[in-house]
Structures are given as C-alpha cells and as structure tokens.
C-alpha cells in the first residue's frame, strides 16, 4: 500500500493563477481531508469529505474548492491563488468517521 | 478554530532522559491521537487512544487516554537522536455533534536531543 499519495511537492504560483492539489490513498478509506500548516498556527481544516460525493466545509475553507467523485481521490483547487495561501497543504485519510487519520507527505504551496 | 493546549511548547533534552508531554481540552473526545512530524515530512501516527483511561505502548513511547476524557499524555523513555521532530496531539469528539469528524490539533511540541 502506497498509503496517501500528494503530487505535487512543490509548486510556485503568481497571484490569481489557479491549480489543483491532488491527492489519492489507496486503503479504501471514506473519510479523506485537507489541512494547512502554518507557522505557530498548527494544523487547520479546510475541506472534508466523509465519501464520495460528499463534501463540507472545516475551519478555513474560503479560497479552496474540493469534490469527491471516487473514493481514492480528494483533489483541492486554488481558483485564483493569493499569497495568504502560501502554506504547506496536507491531505489525510481514515475509515468511516475521521478518527484516526493517517497523512500524505505535503505540498509546499508559494504564492507570490 | 479550537485549539488543544499541548505543553510543553518545546523541549531540549540529553539524549538517554525521559520526556513528558500533554493536551488538555475543555471539550470531551472520544479518540486521543498522537502524531509526530519530521522536518518536510507529513505527521505520522505514533499512538491511538479510544477508551477513557487506555494506556497503551508502542515502543518507547507510551500514551495515555485521560479519565476525564478531556487530557492525554505522552512519555518517550530513553531519548534518542532520532526522537527529534515535533509532536502533535489530536482529539476527536463523539459521534452526533456538529463537530463529528474533525479533528482539534494540539499546536504541537518541538522535542530536540543533545548527544
């Protein structure tokens, strides 16, 4: 098992450029979510999704767009990035419910 | 958001000590978990804790799920090196409220190790 996979790494944007953060696992998992880390900010919730088709708002969620149309996959979209959105991006996944979410290694997002 | 108060903020210890750490919370949750984070790397889970007064080990780290349901703490023993990272806890609340299925993330302790 791959786990939770995230491509890309690292990504470089310029201002109101929009893309997309993927992010697969392959454990069969319902619940997958997103977070942002920042300095002295901890981990902070974006977007969840409890199975596909499925979706809702966590803490931050202003700026970002997600879908669930399968179960392996939660991408997260940028539509038009800002430099407050400069921050490092984790997806993680868990069985039904979000209790014990296993993460993916990150995507550390520049906007400049 | 709501936070967890996870204490200490940092630690710098000798390689061979033991260390502490803990989160406390006012809400109740019904899973504990601990996570550590390396440099550029994702957390990793270390620990999970479901049932209030759960002591459960892995290794040399050893987690406890508070009875009040409101604290958990972790111990490593003997320090080593590669115990380096930061340390994250995390709760998550019972089924049926608003806030079911997200996780609260402490905002982590920075564990360094002298040789």
């Known amino acids: 098992n791959a786990g939770v996979t995230q491509t890309p790494k690292f990504q470089v944007l310029k201002t109101g450029q929009s893309m997309t953060l993927q992010c697969a696992q392959d454990?069969?998992?319902?619940?997958m979510s997103w977070y942002r880390q920042d300095p002295g900010m901890g981990l902070r919730l974006i977007h969840y999704?409890?199975?596909?088709?499925?979706?809702d708002q966590g803490e931050v969620p202003n700026g970002y767009n997600v879908s669930r149309s399968t179960t392996e996959d939660f991408p997260l979209r940028l539509l038009s990035a800002a430099p407050s959105q400069t921050s490092v991006y984790f997806c993680?996944?868990?069985?039904?419910?979000?209790?014990?979410?296993?993460f993916g290694p990150g995507t550390r997002l520049t906007v400049l | 958001g709501q936070q967890l108060n996870q204490s200490p903020q940092s630690m710098f210890i000798q390689e061979g000590e033991d260390v502490s750490m803990n989160c406390t919370s006012s809400s109740i949750f019904n899973t504990w978990l601990w996570y550590k984070q390396d440099p550029g790397e994702g957390p990793v889970l270390l620990i999970a804790l479901y049932k209030a007064g759960e002591l459960t080990s892995n290794g040399r780290l050893t987690a406890q799920f508070g009875i009040t349901r409101k604290d958990s703490f972790l111990n490593i023993s003997a320090s080593i090196p590669s115990d380096v990272g930061i340390y994250f806890c995390?709760?998550?609340?019972?089924?049926?409220?608003?806030?079911?299925?997200?996780?609260?993330f402490g905002q982590g302790t920075i564990l360094t190790v002298h040789p």
């Open positions: 995390a709760g998550h609340p019972r089924a049926g409220g608003t806030s079911y299925g997200k996780l609260t």
């Open positions: 993680a996944s868990s069985r039904q419910g979000g209790d014990t979410q296993y």
């Open positions: 454990m069969n998992h319902e619940y």
């Open positions: 999704s409890v199975g596909a088709g499925i979706t």
